[in-house]
T-cell receptor, first 111, second 117 residues
Framework: DTEVTQTPKHLVMGMTNKKSLKCEQHMGHRAMYWYKQKAKKPPELMFVYSYEKLSINESVPSRFSPECPNSSLLNLHLHALQPEDSALYLC??????????FGPGTRLTVL | AQKITQTQPGMFVQEKEAVTLDCTYDTSDQSYGLFWYKQPSSGEMIFLIYQGSYDEQNATEGRYSLNFQKARKSANLVISASQLGDSAMYFCAMSLPDGGATNKLIFGTGTLLAVQP
């Protein structure tokens, strides 16, 4: 199984809502990543988890809160977002070979 | 500083022809990896091909080949026999191992490829 899954596919939320994005992989990868991608731009790294521990936080605002409940799951909790946070949120995982495999993404719209 | 440069914002190619997408990189590290990803309009980033800095042979995966010229710090992607389904954004990326289990990816700005019938 070389698949990374993400739910939901689309999400519309208000600035006062609390929502979560979910990511799952069953490739035995020990590194998982969250990226944010604006239209026509490359992905920007947000967080990296290594062996279920947060190893990199790229100075992301605290309204984004990552969580890694186990080695297969990665969540991104969202609270009090701003309209400029609307973007495609991509999850990825990597194994020893280094290739990062991406999920299909969640298209987030903040109203 | 580590950097990936893709100088072609957009490219056109006729169906069944070959196309080369340019990528140059800058790093002082000796150990690094180079990747190409395809991103259709649906959004998913699809891994295409990988080249390690110590690999002497150019990587190939089906219709994709990576023209790796280490001295020139270039890693161009060649797509042979283009198909309409190849129309997408293509990102070149470089990974820098951090000594642990993770690899931080640095992306170029992308090249939007349009395959014309």
């Amino acid at each position: 199984d070389t698949e990374v899954t993400q739910t939901p596919k689309h999400l519309v939320m208000g600035m006062t809502n609390k929502k979560s994005l979910k990511c799952e992989q069953h490739m035995g990868h020990r590194a998982m990543y969250w990226y944010k991608q604006k239209a026509k731009k490359p992905p920007e790294l947000m967080f990296v988890y290594s062996y279920e521990k947060l190893s990199i936080n790229e100075s992301v605002p605290s309204r984004f809160s990552p969580e890694c409940p186990n080695s297969s799951l990665l969540n991104l909790h969202l609270h009090a977002l701003q309209p400029e946070d609307s973007a495609l949120y991509l999850c990825a995982s990597s194994g020893e070979g280094g290739e990062q495999f991406f999920g299909p993404g969640t298209r987030l719209t903040v109203l | 500083a580590q950097k990936i440069t893709q100088t072609q914002p957009g490219m056109f190619v006729q169906e069944k022809e070959a196309v080369t997408l340019d990528c140059t990189y800058d790093t002082s590290d000796q150990s690094y990896g180079l990747f190409w990803y395809k991103q259709p309009s649906s959004g998913e980033m699809i891994f295409l091909i990988y080249q390690g800095s110590y690999d002497e042979q150019n990587a190939t995966e089906g219709r994709y080949s990576l023209n790796f010229q280490k001295a020139r710090k270039s890693a161009n992607l060649v797509i042979s026999a283009s198909q309409l389904g190849d129309s997408a954004m293509y990102f070149c990326a470089m990974s820098l191992p951090d000594g642990g289990a993770t690899n931080k990816l640095i992306f170029g700005t992308g090249t939007l490829l349009a395959v014309q019938p």
